[in-house]
C-alpha cells in the first residue's frame, strides 16, 4: 500500500502547563503525511496514553500491512516498524526507575527473545544513549540505540533499535538494514526520530484524518 502524503509544517508548540495523558487524536493505528520540505514524512500514533509524532527523512514510503495493522512501513529499502511495550512484560516494577534502566532492562528482554529465534543477529552492540531536554511544554525523553548483528557477516543486515519512556510505555522504533550501505541513512532516521520526538496533547494539534 502506497499513500499520498499531504504538505505540513511539523512544529508543534504548548503552554508550559500542556501535559495530558490521554490520547487526544485515537486510540489505535497511525497517520503520515508528508513533510513541508518533502525530504521525509510525518508519522502520528495513536493510544490510550498520549498520542505522540516524530518525523523521518526519505523519498518513498510504503505500508505492507495498512495503517490499521502493525505499524511496519518501508522508507527507501529499510524496513521500520513502531513498537510500543508495556515495562511490565520485562519487569517487576518501574516505578522509581530511571528511564535509562528501564531502556536498558527492555533491551535484555529484546535481546534475549531474540536469541530463540533462528536469526543469525547474535551479536548485541550497544550504541549509548541519548538526552532530550524538555522544551515547550513538552517533557523530556532519554533515548536508548541499541545494534543486533551478524558476527559472521559485519557488513551484512543488522537490525536497530531505538527505545525511549512516553505515556508509560517503552515506545520502539525498529529498523531492519539490509547492509552496511544503508547504516548512514537508518542513522540520520534515528537522529530525526529522536529530535522530532513528541506528544500530541491537544486535539487541534492532531491530524486532519486521525484512525479511529
Not at 495498512?66 to 517487576?92: C, N, Q, T, Y
Not at 534502566?101 to 550504541?127: G, N, S, V
Amino acid at each position: 500500500m502506497r499513500i499520498k502524503c499531504v504538505g505540513l509544517l511539523f512544529l508543534l508548540i504548548f503552554p508550559s502547563s500542556a501535559f495530558a495523558s490521554a490520547s487526544p487524536c485515537g486510540k489505535s493505528g497511525m497517520t503520515v503525511l508528508r513533510a513541508n520540505d518533502g525530504g521525509g514524512f510525518i508519522f502520528y500514533v495513536f493510544r490510550e496514553g498520549p498520542d505522540f509524532a516524530f518525523e523521518l527523512p526519505g523519498k518513498e514510503t510504503s505500508f505492507p500491512d495498512g495503517l490499521s495493522g502493525p505499524r511496519r512501513f518501508l522508507i527507501d529499502g529499510i524496513h521500520f516498524e513502531s513498537l510500543l511495550v508495556k515495562p511490565s512484560a520485562f519487569m517487576k516494577s518501574e516505578k522509581g526507575v530511571a528511564d535509562l534502566e528501564i531502556l536498558k532492562k527492555h533491551q535484555a528482554y529484546e535481546f534475549e527473545f531474540m536469541q530463540k529465534t533462528p536469526t543469525p543477529l547474535r551479536q548485541l552492540i550497544e550504541l549509548g544513549p541519548r538526552e532530550k531536554p524538555a522544551a515547550n511544554g513538552q517533557p523530556s525523553f532519554t533515548f536508548y540505540l541499541w545494534e543486533a548483528a551478524d558476527p559472521r557477516d559485519p557488513k551484512g543486515a543488522r537490525q536497530y533499535f531505538l527505545s525511549t519512556v512516553s505515556g508509560g510505555e517503552v515506545t520502539v522504533l525498529s529498523a531492519i538494514v539490509p547492509n552496511q550501505a544503508k547504516e548512514g541513512e537508518a542513522m540520520r532516521a534515528f537522529n530525526s526520530y529522536a529530535s522530532s520526538f513528541q506528544h500530541v496533547l491537544k486535539k487541534e494539534q492532531c491530524p486532519e484524518k486521525a484512525s479511529k
